[in-house]
């Protein structure tokens, strides 16, 4: 008897010891944004700082096959990519950590963690080690949008680039990963509770809610703007604006490799520069399918991101007629055939594996929250000398490489420590 109650207290206690300290490190990491808003003077920064190796003047001196109008072009290095949430976007974090490093340009990285302070509005004080007059090349890592702070940053040509998916889809994956982050879902009941939810979503949301953003038009506020407007407000038309006019160009997640050649033509890089795997992938399992009728609540309750993407989706295939559809199809024929030529070279088995099944910790992808389902590769063993550096880059998870670029990730390690002594 005594026995039993001696279990039930240790079990208490743990529980509530559990919950407090997941509750503060919740807090730290995600209040942990600077206080001081001491305001910086403003140089501005007129050119690209970029270190421009005579490989580049070679390039433009010989054949290339970038021609704009019969004019051989150079690399653009100066690049702003507005890192939104759960888009395929640690895959192509990755293409550009190698292009940077190829290129040996200037990363603005933030400090202490992994993002500048999301959600809070992006502020150059938040760029490690950041002083006026200095000049970064490439920044890319989670920020909430805030062009003219961004503006002071980055030198006056550079190029914006960002990413859309799907509403429907990007809410399913944003549930999933970030709905135990969004404490009005803890008394959401049942099973499934995304069906729920969606059944009677204002029943349940609560816009003034801790991280509430997460689950409405999570796009839209990525780009600074107001997540809760009425999709009819003039004010989604004129955010649909601001975007068109300061990105030049928008990739969509569906359609992943165009998107890519499309920044190849944009921004005058090569095909070697585009070669991937896919990076941070769902289990199979663990992705559930929406139906018809779930898709459409989805995307009605996700009413301005889809009309976000209804935009971009149009821009982007009138984009891909200029180009030339056949020539688009042959390209993406082409990139796939080098990616898998690669997954070949590279990959232990050619495909991802369950984290549980991934041998290397350098190799270890970043969990969501109380589960295992993101998976990774396994780097060959026997990878001949010419590809052994190229695989890895390739093969490596975000926080491992972002270690490796020189952030420090404090916060954000801390944060896994935590989670794994709990087993959460
Ligand atoms: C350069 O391009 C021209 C015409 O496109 C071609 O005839 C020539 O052989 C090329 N030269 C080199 C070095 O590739
Ligand atoms: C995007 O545009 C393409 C081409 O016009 C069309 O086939 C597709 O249905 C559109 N997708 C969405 C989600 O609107």
Redesign the pocket.
């Given at each position: 008897m005594t026995g039993k109650v001696r279990q039930w207290r240790s079990m208490c206690k743990g529980l509530v010891l559990g919950t407090l300290l997941t509750s503060c490190m919740i807090l730290l990491y995600c209040l942990s944004t600077p206080q001081i808003h001491f305001s910086l003077p403003e140089l501005p920064v007129p050119y690209s700082c970029a270190h421009r190796p005579s490989q580049l003047h070679h390039k433009l001196t010989t054949n290339s096959s970038h021609q704009t109008h019969g004019q051989p072009c150079a690399p653009k290095v100066d690049v702003m990519f507005l890192k939104t949430h759960k888009t395929a976007s640690s895959t192509f974090l990755n293409i550009l950590f190698r292009f940077g490093e190829k290129h040996q340009l200037k990363f603005a990285f933030p400090d202490s963690r992994n993002d500048f302070f999301y959600p809070s509005p992006f502020e150059r004080s938040q760029v490690k080690e950041y002083k006026p007059g200095m000049c970064f090349n490439i920044i890319c890592n989670h920020m909430r949008f805030n062009a003219p702070e961004v503006a002071k940053l980055l030198p006056m040509d550079t190029s914006y680039i960002t990413i859309l998916r799907?509403p429907a889809e990007l809410f399913e994956s944003s549930f999933h990963y970030f709905g135990r982050l969004v404490p009005f879902t803890w008394r959401i009941p049942g099973d499934d509770k995304l069906a729920e939810f969606l059944r009677d979503p204002l029943h349940y949301f609560d816009p003034e809610g801790f991280n509430s953003f997460y689950l409405k038009n999570l796009l839209f506020f990525d780009f600074g703007l107001d997540n809760n407007l009425e999709p009819n407000s003039p004010r989604v038309e004129e955010g649909i604006k601001f975007i068109t006019d300061r990105f030049q160009l928008v990739m969509l997640v569906?359609y992943f490799e165009e998107s890519l050649i499309l920044l190849k033509d944009t921004l005058c890089w090569e095909m070697d520069d585009l070669l991937f795997f896919k990076l941070n992938a769902r289990k199979g399992s663990t992705v559930s399918e929406l139906t018809p009728e779930l898709r459409e609540r989805a995307l009605e309750w996700n009413a301005i991101d889809w009309k976000l993407?209804?935009h971009f989706?149009?821009t982007?295939?009138k984009r891909v007629d200029a180009y030339g559809r056949r020539r688009m199809a042959e390209e993406v024929a082409e990139l796939r055939r080098r990616n898998t030529e690669m997954a070949s070279v590279c990959i232990e088995g050619g495909h991802a594996v369950d984290a549980g099944s991934i041998q290397e910790t350098a190799m270890q992808p970043w969990q969501p929250i109380g589960e295992k389902s993101i998976m990774g590769y396994n780097l060959k063993k026997n990878v001949d000398k010419a590809h052994q550096k190229l695989c890895r880059k390739m093969l490596m998870p975000e926080i491992q490489y972002l270690t490796e670029l020189g952030v420090n990730l404090w916060i954000t390690k801390l944060w896994g420590y935590v989670r794994n002594i709990i087993n959460w």
């Open positions: 799907d569906e993407y209804q989706n149009q982007f295939w």
